[in-house]
């Protein structure tokens, strides 16, 4: 358990922006920050960061929260992985209580996964640096793949000695148990009590994740053994799922924000070689061909693509797949095909960093020259196999999410292939109605699930309606509270000699005082949880409160908090006005503003409490006594309202 003072420090020194900042890329929007949300598909930003009020909201699919629950969501941690993470990246000694066998258990198996890869790659990076044998094999390998000594630090490169238990022998003996090394597939058990390492004999590479974490490793053969595969990853675990993760992101990810593009390649030795040539913008799908997780990924920095593969047969085949999928996800992607027998790595060395960058800018191509191109080339004048190559052209144009961008392509195809904009339309629109629905039974599913889709939108909006009128008061109170809580406003009191004097009280005090000198009670149990929450806080002396509410463990509780103090909520129209020129005005205002609400809450209150009496007293059969006592009531009530209504009266018309 992390004790709560850490937890504290934590949630006050988190600036969101810059949680979330190193995940996907903030423009600044006003007083707040606009991104793509990582949440869900869209290609106009609707993910909103508040760094005043230290909150993300997306408006387009609803997430929202605070840096930890950012980062909860985000990287699937659980909420003191989340805590420790942020720690981390402000640098706070985590102190923690005693820690329960099952809270250890738990955090153990991800974190004894981190530990294990990084005592690994300090150890293979070691050896191949300072080991007489790692130098004479592994380092004379990167040598002779020009692979400069700053890059092999950079990535942090390595090698694994070829005696077979080197590794597994190390690591045991620092403590590092047998469970955990198969695990993360550096070593294996041989039966015989001994572990063997995996990556004997080979050079390593190790896979880092966004955030600069080692995930995994690949690992390379050096010898021609055909017996053996040429590379050894490591296997799925909690921390590696190779469908997520960029070889490189972690390296390149700020190079992506500023150059607008991210360049995609097939190996390892693909990015270092880049790297070398002062390219830093790109990543490779090391150890699977690309995924829709991994465009996605790339598609937080920059939504351009452009594959850099091999020229033969196999680097276009993945070339065309790589297209669509990256199209699908509405990218736009570029092709740079290499010359015969010409890598990214090898045409890196072989010519100047400056040739390397012109080379890439003036062979990149936009997909549809790129297919036509080696369509064309294939078919040959061949008609029959020109509607096959138009067919599959089509298709491609199929793929992408919107319909401008469609109709652009469909033009250019128009003129490469030179046929009727109207032929390819035709074409396209039987894609594109096949995708939707397969077949008619389908497409009236999809009719229906669109047209109630509809009744349940103005179902929710009646229902908004209601609620907004009900407990319109209480809601408007507690929005006040947590965004002016803990500003102080002025008020008259008197002192011990009677005198009148102006003192300052923090906002929270004033309500929370004026709501228990008549009993004002919050009926909307959200709005009262919310309530009592802040009250235990404040009186705990604690500061900013609203930041700490927003880490309860109650979804609903932080859902209605951040509704309440992100940009979008629609105040109530008499309020609206009010409000604006309030907070922008000076503080006076904000106490007026707070007592006009106060004032409305008790009104309302008082006003369903003499509706009740006036229902009691219709009722037919009610005896002398009652009839009395409920008149009292009655009168004192009355009195009670005509006071507030006073007050409100005097402020109103200030
Ligand atoms: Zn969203």
Known sequence: MINKETIDKVIESAKVEEIISDFITLKKRGVNLLGLCPFHNEKTPSFTVSPSKGIYKCFGCGAAGDSVSFIMAHEHLSYPDAIRYIAAKYKIIIEEEQFSQEDSEQKSIKESLFAVNHFAQEFFTNYLINDDKGRAIGLSYFKEREIEYKFIEKFKLGFCPDEGNTFSKYATDNGYNKEILIKAGLSKDKGNEQLQDVYQSRVIFPIHNITGRIVAFGARILTSDKSKPKYINSPETDIYHKSNVLYGIYFAKN????????????????VISLHQAGI???????????????????????????????????????????????????????IVLFPENEDPDSFAKKHSSNEVIEFLSQNSKDFIKFKTNVLLEETKGDPVKKASMLKDIISTIAEIPDALMRSIYVKECSELIDIEEKTIYNELNKILKSKIAKTPAEKEIIDNIQSSDKANDSALQSLDENEYSSNQQEKELIRFLLNYGEEFIEIEVENEKKKRESLSFPIALVIINELL??????????????????????????????????????????????????????????????????????????????????????????????????????????????????????????????????????????
């Open 280 to 334: 830093e913008n790109v990543v490779a799908s090391s150890g699977t061909s690309l995924t829709t997780e991994q465009i996605k990924l790339i598609r937080r920095f920059s939504s351009n693509i452009t594959i850099l593969y091999d020229g033969d047969s196999a680097g276009i085949k993945a070339a065309f797949r790589g297209i669509d999928m990256i199209l699908a996800e509405g990218l736009n992607v570029k």
């Open 517 to 654: 000198s008549d009993d004002t009670t919050i009926d909307e149990p959200i709005f009262n949880e919310i309530f009592n929450e802040y009250k235990k806080l404040f009186e705990n002396n604690e500061k900013h409160i609203t930041k700490k509410l927003l880490s309860s463990e109650n979804k609903e509780i932080t859902r209605m908090i951040i509704d309440l103090i992100s940009e979008k909520y629609s105040i109530s129209k008499n309020w609206e006005e009010k409000l604006q020129t309030h907070i922008t005005t000076e503080k006076s205002a904000l106490k007026q503003t707070m007592f006009e609400i106060i004032y409305f809450l008790k009104l309302k209150r008082v006003t369903i409490q003499l509706n009740e009496i006036g229902k009691q007293l219709k009722q037919e059969n009610i005896d002398d006594n009652t009839m009395l006592s409920l008149i009292i009531k009655q009168k004192n009530i009355l009195e009670i309202k005509k006071t507030i209504a006073m007050k409100l009266s005097i402020i109103i018309n200030k």
């Open 255 to 270: 190079s992506i924000i500023k150059e607008d593009n991210c360049y995609l390649v097939e190996g390892y030795t693909d």
